[in-house]
């Protein structure tokens, strides 16, 4: 995954083309049509569900209801599938000794500033530090510390490592730039 040599280190990061980004973008997709051919049918008189009478459901209020639900979900599900066609959030860290530039690149939504990139001198980082909390939903994080700036996420919050799998890449990291880890 990572691409290292002795004077570059490029750690590509995985955008919203994620199995989970596409299940949930179907689902919503799914529950939306049903929504809005329930309050269809409801207005039509005609049954476009075979298992469910047009009969049951009034227009007013349920119909009504029920297509806005339909189109309200139809809106969220294209909004979903254009971040996965544009790939949100995608992108890369280079930490370049050669040149001694960290570049953070990422992918935005189109328009003006659909690239982000991010660039420090090597020199500024203090460290790298581990944000790591159990539980439940467990959350790790790597952060780059900056002298003088707010820490800066080098992994994504959703990015489900292990322990010794976000300790393995911080120590690596570490020893690349020639800096400290710190946890937290």
């Known amino acids: 995954m990572n691409r290292e040599s002795e004077w570059l280190w490029v750690d590509p ?7 989970s980004n596409f299940f949930w973008a ?3 997709l799914l529950g939306a049509l049903g929504f809005l051919l329930v309050g269809i049918s409801s ?4 049954d476009l569900i075979p298992f469910l009478s047009s ?7 349920q119909g009504v209801v029920m297509c806005f639900y339909g189109i309200a979900g139809l809106f969220l599900s294209f909004y979903l599938w254009c971040t996965i066609l544009w790939n949100i959030g995608s992108g890369y860290n280079k930490f370049d000794k050669k040149e001694k530039i960290v570049s953070l690149f990422r992918w935005g939504f189109p328009g003006e500033n659909r690239r982000i990139c991010i660039k420090f001198f090597m020199k500024d980082i203090q460290g790298i530090r581990m944000e790591i909390q159990e539980g439940i939903y467990p ?7 900056l002298k003088g700036q707010q820490d800066i996420p080098l992994t994504r919050i959703v ?9 393995e890449k911080a120590a690596e990291l570490a020893r690349f730039l020639r800096v400290s880890i710190e946890g937290l």
């Open 13 to 19: 990061i995985i955008g919203s083309r994620r199995f």
């Open 26 to 28: 179907f689902i919503i």
């Open 43 to 46: 207005y039509f008189g005609k």
């Open 55 to 61: 009969q049951q459901i009034l227009f007013i209020p």
């Open 139 to 145: 959350r790790r994080i790597l952060y780059m510390k």
């Open 159 to 167: 990015e489900n490592l292990t322990l010794r799998e976000i300790e």
